[in-house]
């Protein structure tokens, strides 16, 4: 299991037995540690597209080895956002719908990676890719910074929580777009 699993796990149960408070108390105790560790794993990615290597296969396999490590950790965060984002609509509802936690299959991604390939070129699509990879992760980085700091003030003026979940939300799907493009990033260098 996973912190981010965990947390959303707990939520659902709390709210199946109309426990709104353990319901609310689950998600918010469950944010640090995903949070962190999606930081962490970006920052580590990014370091490595930012150091080349003489070596262009070690510097891919480097980068690979980032990108394994950030996806099951930007994807774990998104479970502990989604289950506060969930909470919260259900004690504030909005008119407009809650995003999709679609994570496309592994199948649908080498699809789209082979597709790039083919439409790109290889060099292209590797190119586009990594640039695509390291900006997106560079952007969630921000989010997650000011979705932690959010959090963290709520500790001290639980009136910050209506701007914590509104950011939450829009960090997890950003969270769920950035992750699909690491995740394609990694189908086309795989196939370099």
């Not at 609310?24 to 995903?34: I, K, M, Q, S």
């Not at 510097?59 to 909470?87: H, Q, S, T």
């Amino acid at each position: 299991m996973t912190a981010g699993r965990d947390a959303l796990r707990e939520t659902l149960a709390a709210i199946d037995g109309k426990d709104y408070q353990r319901a609310g108390e689950a998600a918010l105790r469950g944010v640090a540690r995903p949070l962190r560790l999606a930081g962490e794993s970006l920052a580590d990615l990014l370091e490595r597209f930012a150091k080349p290597e003489d070596d262009a296969l070690a510097w891919r396999d480097k980068v690979l080895g980032a990108l394994d490590d950030a996806v099951p950790n930007v994807l774990d965060a998104v479970l502990v956002l989604y289950a506060n984002v969930l909470f919260h609509r259900l004690v504030a509802p909005k008119p407009e719908p809650l995003f999709a936690l679609d994570v496309p299959s592994n199948e649908d991604v080498a699809k789209t990676a082979a597709a790039e390939i083919e439409t790109r070129g290889m060099e292209g699509a590797a190119d586009h890719f990594t640039h695509a990879a390291a900006n997106d992760a560079a952007k969630l980085v921000s989010s997650i910074m000011n979705v932690a700091e959010l959090w963290s003030s709520c500790a001290d003026d639980g009136s910050r929580l209506a701007a914590f979940y509104d950011s939450a939300e829009g960090a997890a799907a950003q969270m769920l777009a950035t992750a699909k493009t690491l995740r394609v990033a990694a189908g086309v260098l795989r196939a370099a």
